[in-house]
């Protein structure tokens, strides 16, 4: 199995060139990481005539390699930029799929050029505008309308990378004894967390949540809409990173949506601005969406998958509090 490397060039250089990806006269000026990644190992290709991304999923992720995942996950994620590339209004806010391997889980994609995510948002500073938030709104309007379907089926079921962020969301955060020390990322943590580790009302709802999110839906979802899978870019926000995608409830993305909108401090009226942009708003269940939301809330904040946030242990007892309320609503 060909294993990407930007510390080894010559051996890149002739992969590519066996896969057809880079021309005979083409050489590779330089080959660097685009961002801080979570899930798969990323790199910016820079020839003298353009630039690409290249990615490559492996048996475990890449920022935790002592947690196991699908090797294949990128295998799916192409499926998805193959879907919606039937669609313009969302393609043209994701980068082109160029080429996959599907022996080396290796895919390429279309450079969006130098650019920051949205994750500045988690020093509760920056502010999302009303216009940000329209622009995000309307991808999942564009993406929930045009590729719902009238049956269910088995099409980007993502099963197993499904299977593994349910055991990240319902159920690693609220062990008891999960080998996750919280005091390591924030003295006090690990006893703020304590009581809902041992809530077992919360862990019944916990429990219906994780099952609809293991079920199968109509609407095609990115599945990870969060501030880490927005870029700002000279052509407006685009939206990468689909690996997480399935067919599923809309709930699931608008909810981890609106979670990051408390999760970063922002003004609550933005939620408002979803609510009235998002064409089948009222057509949403509330308490499921509530508890994807505290959910989300919750597993930010005492489970595995941490955020850069700049709060106190007073503000992410105050958010816990909120998100336990919203899953009991």
């Given at each position: 199995?060909?294993?990407?490397?930007?510390?080894?060039?010559?051996?890149?250089?002739?992969?590519?060139?066996k896969n057809q990806?880079?021309?005979?006269?083409?050489?590779?000026?330089?080959?660097?990481?685009?961002?801080?990644?979570?899930?798969?190992?990323?790199?910016?290709?820079?020839?003298?005539?353009?630039?690409?991304?290249?990615?490559?999923?492996?048996?475990?992720?890449?920022?935790?390699?002592?947690?196991?995942?699908?090797?294949?996950?990128?295998?799916?994620?192409?499926?998805?930029?193959?879907?919606?590339?039937?669609?313009?209004?969302?393609?043209?806010?994701?980068?082109?799929?160029?080429?996959?391997?599907?022996?080396?889980?290796?895919?390429?994609?279309?450079?969006?050029?130098?650019?920051?995510?949205?994750?500045?948002?988690?020093?509760?500073?920056?502010?999302?505008?009303?216009?940000?938030?329209?622009?995000?709104?309307?991808?999942?309007?564009?993406?929930?309308?045009?590729?719902?379907?009238?049956?269910?089926?088995?099409?980007?079921?993502?099963?197993?990378?499904?299977?593994?962020?349910?055991?990240?969301?319902?159920?690693?955060?609220?062990?008891?004894?999960?080998?996750?020390?919280?005091?390591?990322?924030?003295?006090?943590?690990?006893?703020?967390?304590?009581?809902?580790?041992?809530?077992?009302?919360?862990?019944?709802?916990?429990?219906?949540?994780?099952?609809?999110?293991?079920?199968?839906?109509?609407y095609l979802l990115?599945?990870?809409?969060?501030?880490?899978?927005?870029?700002?870019?000279?052509?407006?926000?685009?939206?990468?990173?689909?690996?997480?995608?399935?067919?599923?409830?809309?709930?699931?993305?608008?909810?981890?949506?609106?979670?990051?909108?408390?999760?970063?401090?922002?003004?609550?009226?933005?939620?408002?601005?979803?609510?009235?942009?998002?064409?089948?708003?009222?057509?949403?269940?509330?308490?499921?969406?509530?508890?994807?939301?505290?959910?989300?809330?919750?597993?930010?904040?005492?489970?595995?998958?941490?955020?850069?946030?700049?709060?106190?242990?007073?503000?992410?007892?105050?958010?816990?509090?909120?998100?336990?309320?919203?899953?009991?609503?």
């Amino acid at each position: 199995m060909f294993i990407l490397n930007a510390n080894e060039p010559k051996e890149l250089a002739s992969y590519l060139k066996k896969n057809q990806w880079l021309s005979d006269n083409e050489t590779i000026v330089s080959a660097t990481k685009p961002g801080e990644g979570n899930m798969n190992y990323v790199l910016r290709i820079e020839t003298e005539q353009r630039t690409f991304i290249i990615k490559q999923s492996r048996a475990y992720v890449e920022k935790y390699p002592q947690v196991a995942a699908p090797a294949s996950r990128v295998v799916t994620e192409a499926g998805f930029y193959q879907k919606i590339s039937e669609e313009s209004s969302i393609q043209n806010r994701m980068p082109k799929l160029l080429g996959l391997d599907t022996v080396n889980n290796i895919l390429l994609l279309e450079d969006l050029g130098k650019s920051n995510d949205y994750s500045v948002l988690y020093d509760l500073k920056h502010r999302l505008t009303t216009d940000e938030v329209i622009v995000l709104v309307s991808y999942l309007n564009e993406l929930h309308i045009h590729f719902e379907k009238n049956k269910v089926d088995d099409e980007l079921a993502n099963v197993e990378l499904r299977k593994l962020n349910y055991e990240h969301i319902f159920k690693y955060p609220f062990l008891e004894e999960n080998g996750f020390d919280l005091d390591s990322i924030q003295m006090g943590l690990q006893e703020l967390a304590l009581p809902y580790k041992k809530d077992a009302a919360l862990k019944v709802q916990l429990e219906l949540l994780g099952s609809l999110y293991l079920s199968k839906g109509k609407y095609l979802l990115h599945g990870d809409y969060y501030p880490g899978s927005w870029l700002k870019t000279v052509k407006g926000i685009q939206i990468i990173d689909p690996e997480f995608c399935y067919y599923g409830s809309r709930e699931f993305d608008l909810g981890v949506f609106i979670a990051h909108l408390y999760l970063s401090q922002q003004d609550e009226n933005l939620i408002a601005v979803i609510a009235k942009e998002y064409t089948a708003f009222a057509d949403l269940n509330p308490k499921i969406l509530n508890g994807f939301v505290g959910i989300e809330i919750m597993r930010r904040l005492i489970g595995l998958a941490q955020l850069p946030l700049q709060m106190n242990v007073k503000e992410k007892a105050d958010l816990l509090i909120f998100a336990r309320e919203l899953i009991l609503e």
